[in-house]
C-alpha cells in the first residue's frame, strides 16, 4: 500500500493550496481517507476524514469553513482544498486510509500514512 502526498509549498496568508494523495494498492472506494498534520515541536493532529462513499465528512474546528476534503474514487485520489490560510495552519500535512469504510479522528483509526507535504503559511 502506498499513500503519495503532494501539493504543499509556501504560501502568503489568505492564499489557498490543494494537497492531493494518491493511493495505491488499497481497494480504495473500501476505505475511509483522512488527513492529519503536525506542527514542528507538536503532536500529530487530525485536519479532516471522510468516508469511503463521500457520504459523510468531519474536520477539525480550526479548519471549519476553510479547507474541504474530497475524493475522486476513479483516480483513487483523496484531495484537502485549504482556503484563507493562516500562519498557524503551517505544518507537514499526511494523508491516510483506515482499513474500514469510517474512521475517527484518532490516528490509531489509519493503517496507512503517506510521506507528508509541507505547507509553510508566512504573515
Known amino acids: 500500500v502506498q499513500l503519495q502526498a503532494y501539493g504543499g509549498g509556501l504560501v502568503q496568508a489568505g492564499d489557498s493550496l490543494r494537497l492531493s494523495c494518491a493511493v495505491s494498492?488499497?481497494?480504495?472506494?473500501?476505505?475511509?481517507m483522512g488527513w492529519f498534520r503536525q506542527a514542528p515541536g507538536k503532536e500529530r493532529e487530525f485536519v479532516a476524514a471522510i468516508t469511503w462513499r463521500d457520504v459523510s465528512t468531519t474536520y477539525l474546528d480550526a479548519v471549519k469553513g476553510r479547507f474541504t476534503i474530497s475524493r475522486d474514487n476513479a483516480k483513487n485520489t483523496v484531495y484537502l482544498e485549504m482556503n484563507s490560510l493562516k500562519p498557524e495552519d503551517t505544518a507537514v500535512y499526511y494523508c491516510a486510509a483506515s482499513r474500514w469504510a469510517v474512521a475517527g479522528s484518532t490516528p490509531a483509526s489509519y493503517a496507512y500514512w503517506g510521506q507528508g507535504t509541507l505547507v509553510t503559511v508566512s504573515s
Open positions: 494498492g488499497l481497494t480504495f472506494t473500501s476505505n475511509a
